[in-house]
């Protein structure tokens, strides 16, 4: 069982710009709870522990000293293999949407093979802007209440860590089976994939069909596209690779 | 949809003697976003609404103003079919437990049926009593890590709020089955069965088997052998009847 829980070493919690110190600390603490201690925060903060953090985090200030602290999302997610998004609205962005339990078991078998997975949690009012949510493969709605939809923060990430717990539980009854991921299920990285993106964009824009300050929904659907092919490592050398060769090919 | 979720009205959360007027607040705003409306205090505190507990329920202000506040458990109980405890500790008692999730799947029937059901959340340090949990029909442990598995009380909340409005999802895809509860399915009600145990009690320290200061131990037992029976309403009159037509007949 012990050995099962470990596999949550590899699960990756980003707070992206979050407003109040409490959350941070009271996500801290939602996390240790349930076997997490990855905690990630993308922010202009300068430190993330202070009073009103450390005192919510209660026993967890560890998890919380230890959180890595991020200027840019991109910089936080660079050894991310799979990364899922929480939305509390549909978006114009149809991606593939989740409810947490459905979530957790699409990242289990990511996390069990020693890949690193990460859920972003939003601005407390905005939540993720639609750029963001464009950098996930996933996206996770917690269905909630439509005239009062407002989770706190470290609410939302104390569902989620609960879900994450309660696959690992659920699969503890079945060992895992490990090291039959062979590399045609392997996940691109994050960083791999964010290169593809830019790479096609650069091209798109140096033959003129994107504009300098184009709204971003052709990189959208594009980003759409791919999202939901669910590519493998493999698959993204293979369509990375051949675009960059016919590229090539035509100077 | 909609109508299905209405279901959720039935549903009592009870604070049990909470410490932290802030941790009230929350669990009501917790409520909310999951579509329950039905707080209940246990406390001695004289007014649970103030400074604190309003900051914390947000725009669940409503949830927490209504909230009912009882002197005593049984009061908060009396028109309650299904109690349901939350307890971290494996207890001596050996009730039936359940992840949240499955007690979820067993609430939402009797709530579906227009019986009211309770989850009981202890104290913030020490949970709930074993004389508490003795009061319930199901035990509800949230697995959590052995090293810490301290959530906090208004987490525990959002959790079981949170199952509850997916199991009501989850049922909505299949329409639930209404009405179609019958007598010998029905549950008694809180009060009744305490009535039955209370007349034991009664009659087993008249002929002298229990000591006035007994531990409890012996009731609690008693009241492990129904609770696993499940009786329905209809079982709880017969066993009763049977059992005071006995006793009359001895004297």
Not at 50 to 71: E, H, T
């Given at each position: 069982?012990?050995?099962?829980?470990?596999?949550l070493d590899?699960?990756?919690?980003v707070l992206?710009?979050?407003s109040?110190?409490?959350?941070?600390?009271?996500?801290?603490?939602?996390?240790k709870?349930?076997?997490?201690?990855?905690?990630r925060?993308?922010?202009?903060k300068?430190c993330i522990?202070?009073d009103?953090?450390?005192?919510?985090?209660?026993?967890?200030?560890?998890?919380?000293?230890?959180?890595?602290?991020?200027?840019?999302l991109?910089?936080?997610l660079e050894?991310?293999?799979l990364?899922a998004g929480?939305?509390?609205?549909?978006?114009s962005i149809?991606?593939p949407l989740y409810?947490p339990r459905?979530?957790a078991?699409?990242?289990?078998?990511?996390?069990?093979n020693n890949m690193?997975c990460?859920?972003?949690?939003?601005r407390?009012?905005t939540?993720?802007t639609n750029?963001?949510l464009q950098?996930?493969?996933i996206?996770?709605n917690?269905d909630?209440?439509?005239?009062?939809?407002?989770?706190n923060?470290a609410?939302?990430?104390?569902?989620?860590?609960?879900?994450?717990?309660?696959a690992v539980?659920?699969?503890s009854?079945?060992?895992l089976?490990?090291n039959d991921y062979d590399?045609?299920l392997?996940?691109?990285?994050?960083?791999?994939?964010?290169q593809?993106?830019?790479?096609?964009?650069q091209?798109l824009k140096?033959?003129?069909?994107l504009k300098?300050?184009?709204?971003?929904?052709?990189?959208?659907?594009?980003r759409r596209?791919?999202?939901?092919?669910?590519m493998s490592a493999?698959?993204l050398?293979?369509?990375?690779?051949t675009?960059?060769?016919?590229?090539?090919?035509r100077?």
């Amino acid at each position: 069982m012990a050995d099962n829980f470990s596999c949550l070493d590899n699960m990756i919690m980003v707070l992206v710009d979050p407003s109040h110190y409490g959350n941070i600390g009271s996500a801290a603490r939602a996390m240790k709870t349930m076997g997490l201690s990855d905690l990630r925060v993308v922010t202009t903060k300068e430190c993330i522990v202070n009073d009103d953090s450390l005192a919510l985090s209660k026993g967890a200030a560890d998890i919380l000293k230890n959180a890595r602290v991020f200027a840019t999302l991109d910089e936080a997610l660079e050894d991310i293999t799979l990364v899922a998004g929480t939305s509390a609205r549909m978006r114009s962005i149809e991606l593939p949407l989740y409810q947490p339990r459905e979530a957790a078991e699409k990242i289990l078998p990511h996390i069990a093979n020693n890949m690193k997975c990460a859920i972003l949690f939003g601005r407390e009012r905005t939540g993720l802007t639609n750029e963001e949510l464009q950098r996930c493969d996933i996206h996770i709605n917690i269905d909630a209440n439509p005239e009062y939809s407002s989770l706190n923060l470290a609410m939302s990430v104390q569902v989620l860590s609960y879900e994450l717990r309660q696959a690992v539980l659920r699969a503890s009854e079945l060992p895992l089976v490990k090291n039959d991921y062979d590399d045609g299920l392997r996940k691109p990285k994050h960083s791999d994939l964010e290169q593809f993106y830019g790479f096609i964009e650069q091209n798109l824009k140096d033959c003129g069909f994107l504009k300098e300050n184009h709204n971003g929904s052709v990189m959208g659907q594009i980003r759409r596209v791919y999202a939901k092919s669910d590519m493998s490592a493999h698959e993204l050398r293979i369509i990375y690779g051949t675009l960059a060769s016919m590229l090539k090919h035509r100077h």
